[in-house]
């Protein structure tokens, strides 16, 4: 079975401070993907990465970052977290191709004060 | 482009009772499809997915769908409700062949389940 973990189940940080969550994979696959998910705005994707040290903006990347400098590894930033980045946040990963499923981890509910 | 419409935010049904969660896609090209689940505080389980060849898949936990192409519908059904299936349902058309491998997703349809 694929395995996504992600670091933190729950996370309180205050704001301004810089944030850092972690996801990592066990399957070796090539793609990662942060999504964040509010209440009736569904899965929004802030970033995904298709090989090691590349990413590519989602469609709501403002104020976050990524790093993926090993395969198995996407880390997410927040580099001044804002109270309107509360949120739950979703790791997944895939293998290439269109008829590839995408993993997720258990998520990581962020709260910023 | 993909993109995924799911009818109904809310589905109630009583236990026991049949379950029918609606999917409608748009894609230019024959799609990939999947369902997913979410239960409270977790994240999302693949449910089942069609790629290519039969189109009524069958998934976990009693579940399955049928691929329509004339009515462009992936809906998702179960014969006989049960209290476990109270979860969020989304449904999911891949981007391929237009970029990379993301996958559009629904907006989501919350299952709650009558005793």
């Known amino acids: 079975d694929v395995k996504v973990t992600q670091s933190s189940r729950y996370l309180v940080k205050r704001t301004g401070e810089k944030v850092f969550l972690e996801c990592v994979q066990d399957?070796?696959?090539?793609?990662m993907f942060w999504y964040r998910q509010d209440p009736g705005l569904g899965l929004r994707l802030i970033y995904f990465?298709?090989?090691?040290?590349?990413?590519e903006k989602g469609d709501i990347p403002e104020g976050y970052s990524v790093s993926r400098e090993k395969k198995e590894r996407f880390s997410l930033i927040l580099e001044s977290a804002s109270t309107n980045q509360t949120s739950m946040y979703l790791c997944?990963?895939?293998?290439?191709?269109?008829?590839?499923?995408?993993?997720f981890g258990d998520g990581t509910r962020l709260s910023i004060l | 482009a993909q993109s995924v419409t799911q009818l109904g935010s809310h589905v109630s049904v009583s236990e026991g009772a049949l379950v029918l969660l609606r999917c409608n896609y748009s894609?230019?090209?024959?799609?990939?499809l999947f369902w997913y689940v979410q239960y409270p505080n977790q994240g999302l389980q693949l449910l089942l997915k069609?790629?290519?060849?039969?189109?009524l898949v069958k998934g976990i936990n009693g579940f399955e769908a049928e691929f329509k192409k004339s009515e462009t519908s992936f809906h998702l059904t179960k014969p006989s409700a049960h209290m476990s299936d109270a979860a969020e349902y989304f449904c999911?058309?891949?981007?391929?062949?237009?970029?990379?491998?993301?996958?559009?997703f629904g907006s989501g349809t919350r299952l709650l389940v009558r005793p």
């Open positions: 990465s298709y090989d090691v040290k590349m990413k």
């Open positions: 399957m070796d696959h090539e793609n």
């Open positions: 069609y790629t290519t060849g039969a189109t």
């Open positions: 894609s230019s090209v024959p799609p990939y």
């Open positions: 999911a058309v891949s981007e391929w062949p237009d970029s990379s491998y993301k996958l559009i």
């Open positions: 997944a990963s895939s293998l290439n191709g269109g008829n590839q499923p995408q993993h």
